[in-house]
C-alpha cells in the first residue's frame, strides 16, 4: 500500500485545513486508515483513525470536537478536517495504515500500523 498525504500549509490561529490521503494498491475494508502527528523531539501520535468500512472512530482527546476524519472509499482517500487551529497543532502530519485489522485499542499503538505516506507540514501561526 502507497500512501499520498497532501494539504499541510500555513494557517492562522482559529483557521482550517483539510488533509488529504490516497491510498494504492491492496486495501481492504478492515484496514485502520490512521492520521498521526510529530512534533520535532516528540514521538509521533495519532490524532484519529477509523477502518475503511466505516464505523467507529478514534480521536485523541487533544483534537475531539475540532477535527473530523473521513473517507470516501471509491477514490481510496481519507481525510482529517481540522478546525479551530492553534499553535499546539503545529506538527508534521502523517497518514498510516495497517496490513491487518486490528482491534480498536490497537488503533493508537504506531506499531500497528504497516504503511506510511509521507509527512506534510502543518503550521498554525499568526
Known amino acids: 500500500v502507497q500512501l499520498q498525504a497532501s494539504g499541510g500549509g500555513l494557517v492562522q490561529p482559529g483557521g482550517s485545513l483539510r488533509l488529504s490521503c490516497v491510498a494504492s494498491?491492496?486495501?481492504?475494508?478492515?484496514?485502520?486508515m490512521g492520521w498521526f502527528r510529530q512534533v520535532p523531539g516528540k514521538e509521533r501520535e495519532v490524532v484519529a483513525a477509523?477502518?475503511?468500512?466505516?464505523?467507529?472512530?478514534y480521536y485523541a482527546g487533544s483534537v475531539k470536537g475540532r477535527f473530523t476524519f473521513s473517507r470516501d472509499t471509491s477514490k481510496s482517500t481519507v481525510y482529517l478536517q481540522m478546525n479551530s487551529l492553534n499553535a499546539e497543532d503545529t506538527a508534521d502530519y502523517y497518514c498510516?495504515?495497517?496490513?491487518?485489522?486490528?482491534?480498536?485499542?490497537?488503533?493508537?499503538?504506531?506499531?500497528?500500523?504497516?504503511?506510511w505516506g509521507q509527512g506534510t507540514q502543518v503550521t498554525v501561526s499568526s
Open positions: 498510516a495504515a495497517t496490513s491487518n485489522s486490528p482491534v480498536f485499542s490497537e488503533w493508537t499503538r504506531r506499531r500497528a500500523y504497516d504503511y
Open positions: 494498491g491492496r486495501t481492504h475494508s478492515g484496514q485502520v
Open positions: 477509523q477502518r475503511w468500512s466505516g464505523g467507529s472512530t
